[in-house]
C-alpha cells in the first residue's frame, strides 16, 4: 500500500512562532525515532521518513519496524531494521527496539506512527519549541480534519502551545532525556499503551517537569481510520490492568490546560 495521492493537499504547515532564535553553531543534539509501518494498510511511512531525514536542528537516527512481512509494501522506508510477519502489540515492538539501542547517547526519543502527514521542517520546529518549553513529554497538536479520541489534542489556533497534564501516546509522542528513565522501558501490563498517559502525567509531576500540546507544530492523522487495527476490548483490558498497578493521574484531571502559551518566554 502506497501514500495518499492527496498527501501534498493535506499536509500541514509550520507556523511562525516570534522569538524561536536558534544561536548559530549551538549542538546539535542526537534525537531517535521509532515507528511502526503496518504492511498491509495504506500508509505514510516513506513520506515521514524523507520528513524526519530533513532535520538541520538535530542528528535523526531512524528505525522502522515492518509488520505483515512485505505485505504488498510498496515503496518501504529506506531505514527499516526489522521486517516480520507476526503481529503484535504495539509498545512491546517499540519498547523491543528501544532497549536494543544505548538511550543515553539521545537527548529525544520520538515514537512515530505509519499514518500522520507531517509538515516540512517538523523535526527543527517541534524540537525547537519543546525545547524552549521544558516540555519533558510533547506532542504535536492534530489538525481539524484528523482522527480525534481526546479534544485536548486538538490544535488550538492563536497559540503556540498548551502546557497540560495530558499527552497522547500517539501517533507522536517526544520524550526529552530528562524523563526517559522513567518511561522506558514501558510498562507492557498495557501492551498497546492505553492508559499509559495518566501514568506519564503523575511521573512528570513527580520530577517537577512539565508537559504539553505544541499548536504551532500540528498533524494529519486521517490517514486510516483510528481504532481498527487491533482489539479495543484487549486494550481495554490492559489500561484497567496498568492503572491498577501503577501511580497515576486520573484521566479527567489530566484534560485540562495548564497554561496557554501564546508567546515564547
Known sequence: ????????????????????????????????????????????AVDTEQRLGEARHYEVHQRWVVVDGDGGLRPRPASVVVTTSRRRPKFEV??????????????????????????????DAFLDLQTALRF????????AGSGIDHPIVARHPGLVARQTWFVEQGPIVSFHRSILDAV?????????????????????????????VIDAVSIDHSVRPVLTNYSLAEASRGAD??????AHRPLDD???????????P
Do not use: K, N
Not at 136 to 143: E, G, H
Not at 184 to 212: N, T
Not at 254 to 264: D, F, G, S
Open 1 to 44: 500500500m502506497e501514500w495518499p495521492t492527496d498527501l501534498e493537499a493535506r499536509r500541514p504547515v509550520v507556523l511562525p512562532v516570534d522569538g524561536l532564535v536558534r544561536r548559530a553553531g549551538a549542538p546539535v543534539p542526537p534525537v531517535l525515532t521509532v515507528g511502526i509501518v503496518l504492511g498491509d494498510q495504506p500508509h505514510t
Open 94 to 123: 517499540l519498547d523491543e527496539q528501544l532497549q536494543a539501542v544505548d538511550l543515553d547517547a539521545y537527548e529525544y526519543v520520538m515514537l512515530v506512527d505509519d499514518d500522520v502527514i507531517v509538515p516540512f521542517g517538523f523535526v
Open 136 to 143: 519533558a513529554i510533547a506532542q504535536p497538536a492534530r489538525t
Open 184 to 212: 522506558v522501558p514501558f510498562d507492557l501490563r498495557s501492551p498497546m499503551g492505553w492508559g499509559v498517559e495518566g501514568a506519564w502525567s503523575a511521573l512528570v509531576e513527580r520530577r517537577g517537569l512539565q508537559m504539553g
Open 241 to 246: 490492568a496498568l492503572l491498577a498497578a501503577v
Open 254 to 264: 489530566c484534560m485540562r490546560v495548564v497554561r496557554a502559551i501564546r508567546t515564547l
